[in-house]
């Protein structure tokens, strides 16, 4: 069945039809010319129809355009740019139209399988505005669930969309993206000296999250070898740039998603020789410039690992906002305090400039998941924590059909690793439930993806059939050396 606002849609369409509706429009854009003449100078009107086109282009366009459309906008809201606080309202306005397009094509292509996972999304909003109804302030809560609704319906429509049946396409697309951000992220903050992000967290997030799991999938998974040694070189980029964030979460992230890739591609010579590179790094810098080194090794461990106060302990700038938390988990136990709220009625988001990325994803309540506890309460947090239980059911499906000698080009390989990045980050950082970070769009629209695309199970005998699982085994099963 073919799908509304495609291409082929316009032959059914009477050729006198169209060159009256042109004729039509382009009279009355003569007459709106002259008789309101400052509408096609002021720059709000201007900006307004511009965006109105871009819009009406992508809806067009819908399944090709709208998902790398709408991540730009998000990710354009966030940037120091010229002009961001256009993108900042514009946003919304591309959400929504994706939301309610996504749906309505959807239901009319019906091809698509709704599970348990997409009715616990349903229960997650429910859920949301229950807490928004019975808040101090529901006016602003009410506003927030409409986000976090319209995301889910997004995701769990328009992305879908994007990549069934173009499922190669979508992910050539997404390595280019991620391989020319990390290198414009490299212009501007190596070489420009710029804080784009405006805050190093949310530059170590897209970074660590994101471009680190898929692009070390694009190198592994390349047969062409000056595309693999490009992809290779900024994988490396992309690491030094998580380095640089200083972000201890978007390092463990990364590490943990590059470091499960490798093992489920049996890549294991190319995880030993990346940790071999970084040690005789350390150790030639050791060698040769011995005072540097010992000083560059201070540095670092004061303020990447322990973040400036070493006599707290590690996580010593987590102590503060966790237990803020787990106060106003107690104050507002069954109900929290409003999706999206603060127990004073503020909006909880601002530490994400109003749920925009411009100030990164510094910790208000140190975690995603204490975050969204404290805002629908114990009531109606169980959903919240069902639907990432869900992925990581997902990414254990993928790991175990990798291991078993699956295709390394499936589609669900990149977006489970970019699940389990997001998922450990998420733990220290509250951007999961926040509908107006780019990071959270991404998230769950592949979220839902991988729903989609995961591999067949896989039965546990063809798991342990695995040549790391016979050799561990045989290691297990020798006998104990005789004196």
């Not at 316009?10 to 039509?24: E, G, Y």
């Not at 348990?116 to 429910?126: P, Q, Y």
């Not at 319906?153 to 173009?166: D, F, K």
Request: hydrophobic share 55%; proline share 4%; glycine share 8%.
């Amino acid at each position: 069945m073919r799908m509304a606002f495609e291409p082929g849609m316009i032959s059914r369409i009477p050729k006198a039809a169209l060159a009256a509706a042109a004729l039509v429009g382009a009279l009355a854009l003569v007459h709106l010319a002259r008789s309101r003449p400052w509408y096609f100078t002021d720059q709000t009107y201007l900006g307004g129809l511009i965006l109105l086109e871009l819009v009406i282009a992508a809806t067009w366009r819908y399944r090709q355009v709208f998902f790398t459309l709408l991540i730009l906008v998000f990710l354009l809201a966030g940037t120091g740019l010229p002009g961001s606080s256009v993108w900042t309202s514009a946003r919304w306005l591309f959400l929504a139209v994706g939301a309610v397009v996504g749906v309505l094509l959807l239901l009319k292509d019906r091809q698509h399988h709704f599970g348990f996972f997409h009715a616990i999304a349903f229960f997650a909003v429910l859920a949301a505005t229950v807490s928004a109804l019975v808040s101090r302030y529901p006016g602003l809560a009410l506003l927030k669930v409409l986000s976090f609704c319209l995301l889910f319906m997004y995701a769990a429509s328009g992305a879908r969309l994007a990549v069934r049946g173009r499922e190669k396409r979508f992910l050539a697309g997404l390595l280019l993206g991620c391989e020319l951000l990390v290198g414009a992220f490299a212009v501007c903050y190596l070489l420009l000296g710029a804080d784009l992000m405006g805050n190093p967290n949310s530059l170590g997030a897209i970074a660590g999250v994101v471009g680190a799991p898929v692009l070390l999938w694009g190198a592994l998974s390349s047969t062409d070898t000056r595309v693999r040694r490009r992809r290779f070189f900024i994988y490396a980029l992309c690491m030094y740039l998580v380095y640089y964030s200083h972000s201890r979460a978007s390092m463990v992230a990364a590490a943990l998603s590059c470091g499960l890739l490798c093992v489920g591609l049996r890549r294991y010579r190319t995880l030993v020789m990346g940790v071999g590179v970084v040690l005789i790094l350390l150790s030639a810098a050791a060698i040769l410039q011995p005072e540097r080194f010992l000083e560059t090794a201070s540095t670092v461990t004061s303020e990447v690992v322990y973040k400036g106060s070493r006599e707290n302990g590690m996580l010593a700038s987590r102590q503060s906002p966790w237990q803020e938390a787990v106060d106003t988990i107690r104050s507002h136990f069954w109900f929290g305090t409003g999706f999206g709220t603060t127990d004073k009625g503020g909006d909880a988001s601002q530490h994400l400039g109003n749920f925009s990325s411009s100030s990164a994803a510094t910790t208000e309540f140190g975690s995603s998941y204490l975050e969204i506890a404290t805002w629908v309460g114990m009531l109606g947090v169980l959903p919240f924590f069902v639907l990432p239980l869900l992925l990581m059911g997902n990414v254990f499906r993928t790991m175990s059909w990798m291991l078993s000698g699956g295709d390394p080009l499936h589609p669900a390989i990149p977006l489970a690793m970019v699940v389990v990045a997001g998922m450990l980050h998420a733990a220290f950082e509250d951007w999961m439930f926040a509908p107006g970070y780019y990071l959270c769009v991404f998230y769950w629209s592949m979220g839902f993806v991988l729903v989609d695309v995961v591999p067949p199970r896989v039965p546990v005998m063809a798991v342990r059939a695995h040549p790391w699982f016979s050799r561990l085994r045989n290691v297990m099963d020798a006998p104990a050396p005789t004196r």
